[in-house]
């Protein structure tokens, strides 16, 4: 088991709407990431959260944000939610962030379905 | 723009041979490359990384080769088992103040008895 988990499992939302996705990183790990997987593709870096602050960005529009907190548990939120958004969204844990680019733990995934 | 290709149709082998999965990349220069494992409904598990300066890494019944000039890397799974059916993903990184992994869409393996 990595030790990282995520909630909930599945998801359905209205377009729209708002949602909130939450992630538990592996203890002793200080850095997340989030990604969203679209059905048949791999995995797309939405950003990622090192003590706190974001740490980098990919080509997400403002409306995917997110939190990380002092325990180092993570949020991400999306809101004016597109049927596009529907996907498999992981996190994945780091000890730190320079070792995020070679181990991360990902977490089960939450999959939303946006109807 | 940057891109990364893997055998789009699933591949299916034989137990006990030898498979092998491609992953090619575009308009990029990785300081590491990767190869995960996913099984549907879950997150994918890491398995190799290789570095730019290295030309193979091996892990168990695991290979993986890193050709820069031809901008590929290849995975190989020897004796290959029921078991390692699964998505075989490739995810590339590169020196910058962040990391930005960029994963292919991966291949779907699957071994038959």
């Known amino acids: 088991e990595t030790g990282v988990t995520q909630s909930p499992t599945h998801l359905i939302k209205t377009r729209g709407q708002q949602v909130t996705l939450r992630c538990s990183s592996q203890?002793?790990?200080?850095?997340v990431s989030w990604y969203q997987q679209a059905l048949g593709q791999g995995p797309q870096f939405i950003f990622q959260?090192?003590?706190?602050?974001?740490?980098g960005r990919g080509n997400f529009p403002p409306r995917f944000s997110g939190l990380q907190f002092p325990n180092y548990s993570s949020e991400l939120n999306v809101n004016a939610l597109e049927l596009d958004d529907s996907a498999l969204y992981l996190c994945?844990?780091?000890?730190?962030?320079?070792?995020?680019?070679?181990?991360?733990?990902f977490g089960p995934g939450t999959r939303l379905t946006v109807t | 723009s940057q891109k990364i290709e893997q055998n789009s149709e699933a591949l299916n082998i034989q137990e006990g041979k030898t498979a092998t999965l491609t992953c090619n990349y575009t308009?990029?220069?990785?300081?590491?490359l990767q190869w995960y494992r996913q099984d549907p409904g879950r997150g994918p598990v890491f398995l190799l990384l290789?570095?730019?300066?290295?030309k193979e890494k091996r892990k168990e019944r695991l290979k993986v080769t890193f050709d820069t000039t031809l901008k590929q890397s290849l995975f190989h799974i020897t004796a290959s088992q029921p078991a390692d059916s699964a998505t075989y993903l490739c995810?590339?990184?590169?020196?910058?103040?962040?990391?930005?992994?960029?994963f292919g869409s991966g291949t779907r393996l699957s071994i038959r008895p």
């Open positions: 994945a844990s780091s000890p730190d962030r320079d070792r995020a680019r070679y181990e991360q733990y």
């Open positions: 203890s002793g790990h200080n850095t």
């Open positions: 959260y090192y003590r706190e602050e974001e740490n």
């Open positions: 308009n990029y220069s990785p300081a590491y």
């Open positions: 290789i570095r730019e300066n290295e």
């Open positions: 995810a590339l990184d590169r020196y910058s103040s962040a990391s930005k992994i960029i």
